[in-house]
C-alpha cells in the first residue's frame, strides 16, 4: 500500500481547490441520494453549491449521527500541562518568540488541576502542552499519566509529535487517544506560518499519524486550524488522510476536530474567515461521508453555535475549559493559548445537552476493555 506522503504528494492543492468550487447543485442532488459515500462525495459536500442544501444535509447528519452513536455527547476538557514551546507558530500564543511567563506544573500542581476537574465530574482528560522536548518530553508525559491514571477512565494527549517507540510507551502507560493536527496541507505557504523549531517540518508532522497507528494507540484524532487557508480545501485533504489511515490502521478508531483560529497573545488575524453556517456544512459533510467518525466540538465555539449543534452531528463537546497551565486551581491567571468562547461550566452545558434530550457521558472507556490495566508504567 502506498504510504500517505505518496497519496498527498499525487494531488495539487489547486486542482482540489478546483474541483470544490466547480461542483453543482446537480452534483450535490446526486451526493445525497446516495447510500454510501466515497471521498469524492465529501469534495461534492463541502463545494460552494451543497450551501443551498444545508437544511437536507442537516437532517440527514442527524439521522446518521443517531442511528450510529444514539443520543450522546461524551464530555471531556483539556489539563494543558506546560507552555513552554521551542516552535515559532505565528498563530499562536505559545509561540517561543512571545514574550509570556511560562510554566510547567510540578506533580503536586498536575493533581491540583486534576481533582479540580475530578469536582466536575470529568473522567476523561485530555493532556496539552506547548511542543518542547528538552523540557516536555516523554518522560514527564509518563510520570504525568502515572499521576492520573488511577482518577480518570480516559485519558487523551494532544503534544509534539513523537517518535513510534516514544507513542508505543505512551500506549502502555494507558494513553486511549492521541490528537495531531497538521495546521494546514498547503505545502508552500506551511513554513510560513511555522518560520522556526521541528513544526517547520511539514513533512515529520505529515508522517506523525502513521507512527501513532503503527504504535497501536486506539483512537487517533486529526484536524486542520480553520482560517490559515482555505477551510474548503483544508478539510478534503484532512478527510483524505484519514480515509487512508482507516484503510492502513483498520483496527483503530478515528476523531475529528475544528478549531478555529481565535484571539491569543500576539497572534495574526485569519487569513480565510469561516462562518457559522460554513462550520455546519462541514461538520454535516464530515458526518454524511463518514457514520463511524467521532466529530469534537471545543468551547472555542460560541454558546449559540454549540446549543444548535448538539443534535446535529457531533458527539464529543468539552467544557470548562482553561488554556492555560494551571488555570483551574494552581495560577487561573496565568497567560492562556487562546481564548475560550463558551465560558460555562460543565454543570451548566451538562444541563443544555440533557434539555435538548440527550445523554452527556462521563465515561465510556475503561482500560479494562484493552488489558490495559495490567500495563505497568
Given amino acids: 500500500m502506498r504510504t500517505f506522503k505518496e497519496t498527498f504528494a499525487s494531488y495539487t492543492w489547486d486542482s482540489i481547490q478546483q474541483k470544490i468550487y466547480a461542483s453543482t447543485l446537480d452534483d450535490v442532488k446526486r451526493v445525497l441520494q446516495k447510500d454510501r459515500h466515497q471521498l469524492e462525495d465529501f469534495l461534492v459536500l463541502l463545494s460552494p453549491a451543497a450551501e443551498s442544501a444545508l437544511e437536507h444535509m442537516a437532517q440527514l447528519a442527524q439521522s446518521i449521527t443517531q442511528r450510529r452513536f444514539g443520543k450522546t455527547i461524551q464530555m471531556y476538557a483539556p489539563l494543558y500541562l506546560s507552555n513552554e514551546c521551542q ?8 509561540s517561543m518568540d512571545n514574550k509570556i511567563k511560562r510554566k510547567t506544573l510540578s506533580d503536586t500542581e498536575i493533581m491540583m488541576e486534576a481533582m479540580a476537574l475530578k469536582a466536575m ?28 491514571k488511577p482518577h480518570f477512565s480516559q485519558i487523551s494527549i494532544e503534544v509534539q509529535p513523537l517518535e513510534q517507540h516514544e507513542y508505543e510507551l505512551i500506549q502502555q502507560a494507558g494513553v486511549h487517544t492521541v490528537l495531531v493536527y497538521q495546521e494546514t496541507y ?10 522556526k523549531g521541528k513544526k517547520s517540518n511539514f513533512d515529520y508532522r505529515l508522517d506523525t499519524p502513521d507512527r501513532i497507528g503503527k504504535a497501536g494507540i486506539h483512537k487517533i484524532g486529526l484536524g486542520v486550524l480553520l482560517g490559515l487557508e482555505d477551510w474548503r480545501t483544508d478539510s478534503f485533504f484532512n478527510a483524505m488522510h484519514i480515509n ?41 459533510a464530515y458526518r454524511i461521508w463518514n457514520p463511524d467518525l467521532e466529530i469534537s466540538i471545543s468551547t472555542r465555539e460560541s454558546e449559540h453555535f454549540r446549543n444548535h449543534i448538539i443534535p446535529i452531528g457531533v458527539t464529543t463537546m468539552s467544557a470548562a475549559s482553561k488554556t492555560n497551565p494551571g488555570g483551574y486551581a494552581v495560577d487561573p491567571q496565568s497567560l492562556e493559548q487562546f481564548e475560550i468562547s463558551d465560558e460555562r461550566s460543565m454543570e451548566t452545558v451538562i444541563d443544555l445537552i440533557k434539555k435538548v434530550g440527550y445523554d452527556p457521558i462521563m465515561k465510556d472507556w475503561d482500560v479494562a476493555y484493552s488489558g490495559l490495566d495490567k500495563a505497568k508504567v
Wanted: aromatic share 14%; with cysteine; charged share 20%.
Fill in 186 to 195: 498547503h505545502q508552500d505557504v506551511y513554513r510560513a506560518y511555522h518560520p
Fill in 244 to 284: 487512508y489511515l482507516q484503510k492502513q490502521y483498520w483496527r483503530t478508531k478515528y476523531s475529528v476536530s475544528f478549531p478555529r483560529l481565535r484571539p491569543a497573545e500576539g497572534i495574526i488575524e485569519p487569513n480565510f474567515v469561516m462562518e457559522d453556517r460554513h462550520l455546519l456544512q462541514l461538520i454535516c
Fill in 87 to 94: 516552535n515559532i507558530c505565528t498563530y499562536c500564543g505559545f
Fill in 121 to 148: 465530574g470529568l473522567q476523561h482528560v485530555l493532556l496539552v502542552s506547548g511542543e518542547a522536548n528538552k523540557t516536555v518530553g516523554v518522560d514527564y508525559f509518563l510520570n504525568a499519566i502515572r499521576l492520573l
